[in-house]
């Protein structure tokens, strides 16, 4: 027994598990690990590592043609080197272009895609939360595991070859490991890599799950190897959990697991800045690659340029201790300036976006957690995708039961009863979603701002730049972009076709304000020489808001239920003067008799203030039961009824003012 238990331990895995038998090994047999190494992870609660043939197909993995990968580790025979390049050439032959959707007027390819899959985190970093906190988004405005999955699906059809799950926090979605699964899915269409930003508090539970699902790389956010200045940092305890995610992902890696694993440490002057030397040590004997990012502007961060610990300092700093330091090669679209200490395992790397910006060669795409298009980190110019996707289901969130109406709707205009193989989904509105794309990917600047103008832009918090909207979507505010222009800049009336009838209703509200009594003096009497002018401006407006759709050009003509125009003499004084409640106060406890007089004289009151009355309040309200909203309709009636009140009174008044 003692000599099975020390043969057992050999591994670090099997410490934690106890001898199988027989009949358990049955019903638990070994499941290859996801990325086709040899032995490594199994399956939760079938850990036992053991030799295992590589799948014929290795997802988020080179080609399998390919002469740079590794065909001995990978098990397979070594290609003859004329074969390889007959391959190689076969293979440029048949490539696709890349997608124009996906490429800016810069000529950059956005093959990465960064995903957002929710907003909340169980950390309050100070450089990502505001004190405040930030508001929660109504779950109906969240992108779905179906729509997250759809676009997914859309964005590698196009090109994109690395997904990034990020939040918030993701490891905080109750079905992050599900969605991981049908995201990876993928890797038969394209996809190679499928990464995961996470703080770590808990994500030591999920990892293998998630291996299993095709994670291949982790950036874990982690400012401080103190405990002490890691609960000061994030506002809550837990560097001990955050401990175990690393610990095991380095015990993944010794099993195969071949996780990039990167550590993202955000410098501030006067708080972590000594954490840099700690973290480069760090990187002696684990293999990690710790990358510093200079302290970046969002909104409720109070950043300050005096916060900023920049590039060129940190690599002082780090060079006093470290005089050999190196630079190391860096890939054509890191967003880092790598280096290593020549005998370390590991390496460390700076991203500059402050003083050294790596616009020129940026292939990055965001979507936010409301579905929300970002074409630029620092950008604050977004386009809403959900908006799009959700026509097919009547605005409303697409569930499970509905991607699967939409899937078996596909496959019928296939004239197919079942696909022979898995495929992704194509949506009918594809070719809509793509020109949203294409656009706001077409209008992405050379590069972003700089020091002196990112501080003073308007931007998301931190902790929302992945996540639901604190700027504008299409859904709730205005859109950075003009529905009723085309990409080249023409006209066009925007099409209501799939949107849902419902009642709306419009207000809209202004002034005419006189510039003498006897203006309004005559309008009460009746006495204007043209006539009623309350009666004949509500009649106007009336009128107009039936005729909106001929003075106002692309206006979609609406059946209205409802128009009505109210008007009513106001003092330019009013509200600010004793009103009514406090006259009311000043008799109280008269009895009954004291709220008659008080409620008479408040009348008289009313009165007496109508008669001194310089302006006239026009308050147009119109609806609607149809699929576009009358707006237009409601400012139309109230502009028109107030044209007229100043057209028949022009004669007297010549001072009159149009306002609100």
Not at 465 to 482: E, F, V, Y
Not at 611 to 639: H, P, Q, R, Y
């Amino acid at each position: 027994m003692p000599r099975r238990t020390e043969r057992f331990h050999a591994n670090p895995y099997q410490k934690q598990l106890k001898p199988k038998n027989d009949s358990y090994r049955a019903l638990h047999p070994p499941c290859p690990l996801a990325h086709g190494a040899t032995g490594g992870i199994k399956k939760i609660g079938c850990l036992i590592p053991e030799p295992v043939a590589p799948p014929s197909s290795p997802p988020f993995a080179a080609d399998p043609e390919s002469p740079v990968r590794d065909r001995e580790n990978d098990g397979l025979a070594p290609r003859p080197v004329g074969a390889t390049l007959a391959s190689r050439r076969d293979r440029i032959r048949d490539a696709k272009p890349f997608s124009d959707f996906l490429t800016d007027t810069f000529r950059r390819q956005h093959d990465y895609l960064r995903i957002s899959v929710t907003e909340r985190c169980n950390l309050r970093c100070l450089y990502c939360m505001p004190e405040e906190g930030v508001p929660l988004s109504p779950p109906k405005e969240l992108l779905t595991t179906p729509e997250i999955v759809m676009l997914s699906s859309l964005f590698v059809s196009q090109g994109v070859t690395k997904i990034r799950l990020t939040g918030g926090e993701p490891t905080v979605r109750r079905d992050i490991v599900p969605l991981m699964q049908q995201i990876g899915a993928l890797r038969a269409h394209g996809l190679r890599e499928l990464c995961l930003t996470s703080n770590g508090l808990s994500l030591h539970r999920k990892l293998e799950p998630m291996v299993e699902a095709g994670l291949t790389g982790v950036n874990l956010s982690l400012d401080t190897l103190d405990p002490w200045q890691f609960q000061l940092m994030t506002r809550r305890a837990g560097f001990s959990a955050v401990q175990k995610t690393i610990d095991r992902i380095f015990e993944l890696n010794r099993a195969g697991a071949g996780l990039k694993f990167k550590i993202n440490c955000v410098v501030m002057r006067g708080l972590n800045d000594r954490e840099i030397l700690p973290f480069v040590e760090f990187t002696r004997d684990k293999d990690v690659e710790v990358r510093f990012i200079e302290y970046m502007p969002f909104d409720g961060n109070k950043w300050s340029e005096g916060k900023m610990f920049s590039y060129q300092e940190m690599l002082d700093l780090i060079r006093s201790r470290y005089p050999d330091l190196q630079r190391a090669k860096d890939h054509k679209n890191d967003t880092s300036k790598t280096f290593q200490v020549p005998g370390f395992v590991g390496k460390i790397g700076f991203i500059t976006s402050m003083t050294h910006n790596f616009c020129g060669t940026c292939n990055r795409l965001r979507i936010t957690s409301d579905g929300n298009l970002k074409v630029c980190l620092f950008g604050n110019a977004e386009v809403s995708l959900r908006d799009v996707i959700r026509k097919l289901n009547g605005g409303e969130p697409i569930d499970e039961a509905a991607l699967e109406s939409l899937q078996q709707a596909a496959l019928r205009s296939k004239g197919s009863l079942a696909p022979d193989s898995p495929q992704p989904l194509v949506l009918p509105n594809s070719e809509e979603l793509l020109n949203v794309i294409g656009m706001a990917v077409k209008r992405k600047k050379a590069k972003h701002a700089g020091i002196g103008e990112l501080e003073n832009m308007k931007n998301r918090p931190m902790i929302l730049i992945d996540n639901p909207s604190a700027t504008p979507s299409a859904s709730g505010s205005p859109s950075p972009r003009l529905t009723h222009v085309t990409g080249s800049g023409a006209a066009h009336m925007v099409s209501i076709a799939d949107k849902a009838a419902t009642k709306r209703v419009a207000r809209a509200r202004c002034r005419v304000r006189f510039s003498s009594p006897l203006a309004p003096a005559l309008v009460r009497a009746n006495q204007m020489k043209k006539g009623d002018v309350l009666g004949a401006a509500r009649i106007a407006g009336i009128m107009a808001a039936k005729r909106t759709p001929d003075l106002v050009p692309l206006c979609h003509p609406v059946a209205l239920t409802h128009a009505e125009v109210e008007l009513r003499f106001v003092s330019g004084e009013r509200g600010k003067g004793k009103g009514k409640g406090s006259a009311d106060g000043e008799r109280g406890g008269e009895g009954g008799g004291g709220a008659a007089a008080a409620a008479a004289a408040a009348e008289e009151e009313e009165e007496k203030e109508e008669e001194e009355a310089t302006e006239i309040e026009i308050t147009a309200t119109v609806s609607c039961d149809g699929k576009t909203g009358v707006e237009m309709e409601a400012l139309t009636a109230a502009s028109v009824a107030a044209l007229t009140v100043y057209d028949m009174c022009k004669a007297v008044d010549k001072g009159m003012v149009i306002e609100g």
